[in-house]
């Protein structure tokens, strides 16, 4: 098993992760985008792709 950390929109699964992403949880659990894509570059923030 491998874990890759997303840190960018350009990362070339990013959208793919984000479909999953909105299908694992309900809309008001979600971040909005705006939100998500700050957060992306916080070193203390983990979007791993597995």
Do not use: G, V
């Given at each position: 098993m491998r874990f890759e950390r997303l840190?960018?929109?350009?990362?070339?699964?990013?959208?793919?992760?984000?479909?999953?992403?909105a299908d694992s949880f309900p809309p008001h659990e979600q971040r909005e985008n705006a939100s998500q894509l700050r957060i992306l570059g916080d070193e203390a923030y983990r979007f791993n792709l597995i």
């Open positions: 840190t960018s929109p350009q990362h070339p699964l990013y959208k793919r992760a984000m479909a999953l992403y």
